[in-house]
């Protein structure tokens, strides 16, 4: 089975397989914090492997105290605090049925009550486990409902962590120390927990690592990415490393000094500078050419926002002009926008484009090459009219390039080449060259007794020999 099944499953549009669905809700419950592709696709690598989490620590207390100590009022348990704070991002949400909105709050309560080992005995939270979820799930598109749940989850679970790093319960009893103790000492290799994670940068990853690595982020992607050491850190080893990789997120997040260059006409397109260091190039449309490396999302915001200031200003070029841009297929759009910020054609040559809305791809496109290279709007226009393939198109225009043919010449070969359809240019050029001069010499010698005798004896076209080699009058 591949990603592909899994995902039409989710969607229901393949019967569904009741127990891959419920081993990827434990394994969901775990890596919620993962970006969606990679949750897949790592589920679908490790699946054989997953089993259930031994719950060795209970946050039940610090969960409570953190909802007694939120802004909700109606707030009285995690259940609610998860209503409260999903209510208005699920409300702009209309692809979601009032359903899978309510399906969005128990997955992500499943979520978080795995994260923080609130589960009972049975593996359920209050009325939730896996097999009221898979019930409530029959029809939904859970695709879309478990990334709405994990990216809440993910918010809500970073709230909590930050809350139980200044969290100081009252200790009545020893077994709250005993919790607390047990929770700092849950790590891979029982370092102390005194010594602290050590940050270190390789190329473009920031490595978090105590005796071995933890973690990392990506610092061009934003991405993060928990090696195996990480899962069995503390909850607040864990926070320890997710904060530190959000500052360097926010001290990396300020808008990107990108400089927009002059057209480069060598190119044909417009260079964006990183400072001195070329970035890229945009095209008419404002679209990169060949980044010179990954973006930031915010940087990736910034290159956007420069480029639609392009594309503007070679819509403005058409509009100028009188073409409504309406009019015209996206594709064709393209080209039009190539006609004006990256040829640079004159306005007269741009109304003319604007003037066939009707044409395909294949004639603006080539009307757009031959404008930019100086041939005449008569000639031009033949193409916008033309029948003949896209290969004969081509041999006409590089004949009216060389001055080798009048669009009245075109226009009758594209008639005789309907009569005689093996009609080649080349053949046709041939003939009436030929009887273009036949015509000149019957004018120029007409009058002249010698030249019509001989020509009498040898018409043109006719073969003699002389010495033994066969010639052509």
Same mark, same amino acid.
């Given at each position: 089975?591949?990603? #592909? ?25 775990? &890596? ?19 089993? *259930?989490?031994? /719950? ?49 709050? #128990? ?16 593996? &359920?939270? /209050? ?46 009893? !020893? ?27 390789? @190329? ?21 990415? &928990?090696?195996? $050491? ?9 926070? %320890? ?63 956007? *926002?420069? @480029?639609? $200031? ?11 002009? !009188? ?54 709007? #008569? ?5 916008? !009219? ?25 226009? /009758? ?47 043109? @076209? ?9 010639? %052509?009058?």
């Amino acid at each position: 089975m591949n990603q #592909e099944v899994l995902l039409q499953m989710m969607r229901a549009t393949i019967p569904r397989d009741r127990a891959l669905l419920e081993a990827f809700l434990y394994y969901q419950a775990e &890596h919620f914090d993962e970006e969606w592709d990679s949750l897949i696709r790592r589920f679908m690598t490790n699946r054989k492997e997953i089993k *259930k989490s031994v /719950q060795v620590l209970h946050f039940e207390t610090d969960v409570s105290a953190f909802v007694q100590a939120s802004p909700y009022d109606t707030a009285h348990d995690l259940l609610t605090y998860t209503q409260v704070f999903g209510q208005t991002g699920l409300q702009k949400l209309d692809k979601l049925s009032p359903s899978e909105k309510n399906l969005v709050i #128990e997955v992500a309560l499943f979520n978080l009550a795995t994260r923080f080992q609130l589960l009972d005995s049975n593996g &359920h939270y /209050q009325t939730i486990s896996p097999d009221s979820l898979l019930q409530k799930s029959r029809g939904a598109n859970l695709v879309n409902v478990y990334r709405v749940a994990n990216n809440l989850a993910d918010r809500i679970s970073r709230d909590i962590e930050q809350f139980l790093l200044t969290y100081e319960p009252e200790l009545e009893t !020893g077994v709250d120390e005993t919790v607390l103790e047990n929770e700092e000492t849950v790590d891979e290799h029982k370092t102390s927990v005194h010594q602290a994670i050590s940050f270190r940068e390789d @190329g473009s990853l920031i490595i978090a690592s105590l005796d071995v690595d933890l973690s990392q982020l990506d610092v061009q992607t934003g991405k993060t990415s &928990h090696l195996p $050491a990480y899962e069995e850190l503390s909850l607040r080893r864990k926070f %320890e490393i997710l904060t530190y990789f959000d500052q360097i997120r926010n001290e990396r997040s300020k808008v990107p000094s990108f400089k927009r260059g002059d057209f480069d006409t060598e190119m044909e397109m417009t260079p964006i500078f990183e400072g001195e260091e070329l970035l890229t190039y945009l095209e008419a449309d404002g679209s990169p050419y060949e980044l010179k490396r990954t973006l930031t999302t915010v940087e990736e915001k910034e290159l956007e *926002k420069i @480029g639609r $200031a392009i594309r503007i200003d070679n819509q403005e070029k058409l509009t100028q002009v !009188g073409i409504e841009l309406s009019q015209f297929e996206s594709d064709q759009v393209g080209i039009l926008l190539d006609a004006a910020g990256r040829f640079r054609l004159k306005n007269a040559d741009l109304a003319l484009l604007g003037g066939y809305p009707k044409a395909s791809v294949t004639q603006l496109a080539l009307a757009t090459e031959l404008l930019q290279m100086g041939l005449s709007h #008569e000639k031009v226009e033949f193409f916008f !009219g033309s029948q003949l393939s896209l290969e004969e198109l081509r041999q006409v225009a590089y004949a009216f390039l060389h001055e080798e043919l009048s669009r009245e010449d075109a226009e /009758q070969f594209e008639k005789d080449k309907g009569k005689q359809p093996d009609l080649s240019l080349r053949d046709w050029k041939s003939k009436l060259e030929k009887a273009e001069t036949k015509e000149v010499v019957d004018e120029e010698f007409a009058e002249n007794p010698l030249v019509q005798r001989v020509l009498d004896t040898y018409p043109l @076209g006719s073969l003699v020999s002389y010495k033994g080699q066969v010639f %052509e009058v």
